[in-house]
């Protein structure tokens, strides 16, 4: 069923008119795909509300993860090994002991959107606030935080699949270091 429109804001981004195609065709469950919808807490809750399955993490998980500070937390509280953090509160100020390299990352959105890495302390400043400005035209939310800046490092991404009754598998390892700017 063809969801009208010419871009992507008046098509596939359009939860209203999927979920409406999905009942018109009689679906019980919406997959989001990858990207765009798929990170939609609001989506994935109005297919809830709308009776139909949710294909993909919770509304409450995808809130969660979607906040870099919140998921480091729960990491941190379910014992999974991670770099430290360094919060940035909302004025902006630039926290003592952060060690260079370091990159000031956006807590919200991703692609690579509101990065900096930092070699030199007396640049910590700017570049929050760089970041802050960037994260904000961006995602709409300015939050930035500090961690290690690990060079040469790889990024290698588990997928996880698992079903409302408990089932997990991984689904094996991906590389992304490839990728440009930081995307997955």
């Not at 679906?27 to 939609?40: C, K, R, S, T, V």
């Not at 770099?83 to 000031?104: H, K, N, Q, S, Y």
Request: net charge negative.
């Amino acid at each position: 069923m063809a969801l009208g429109g010419e871009t992507a804001a008046e098509s596939y981004l359009r939860g209203d008119a999927i979920i409406a195609a999905a009942k018109a065709t009689g679906a019980d469950a919406i997959h989001p795909g990858y990207g765009f919808l798929a990170e939609n807490a609001v989506f994935a809750q109005a297919v809830e509300d709308a009776g139909l399955i949710w294909v993909g993490p919770t509304p409450e998980q995808i809130t969660l993860l979607g906040d870099k500070v919140a998921a480091k937390r729960a990491a941190v509280e379910a014992g999974v090994p991670t770099t430290p953090i360094w919060e940035v509160g909302d004025d902006g100020a630039v926290p003592d002991g952060v060690p260079m390299p370091a990159l000031v990352k956006a807590a919200a959105g991703g692609g690579g959107r509101g990065m900096r890495v930092v070699t030199d302390p007396v640049l910590l400043a700017e570049s929050i606030l760089s970041a802050s400005r960037e994260a904000k035209a961006a995602f709409g939310d300015g939050a930035v935080f500090i961690e290690p800046y690990i060079e040469r490092g790889r990024h290698i991404e588990v997928q996880i699949m698992g079903d409302q009754y408990g089932h997990v598998v991984h689904l094996g390892e991906r590389e992304c270091s490839i990728q440009r700017r930081n995307q997955k």
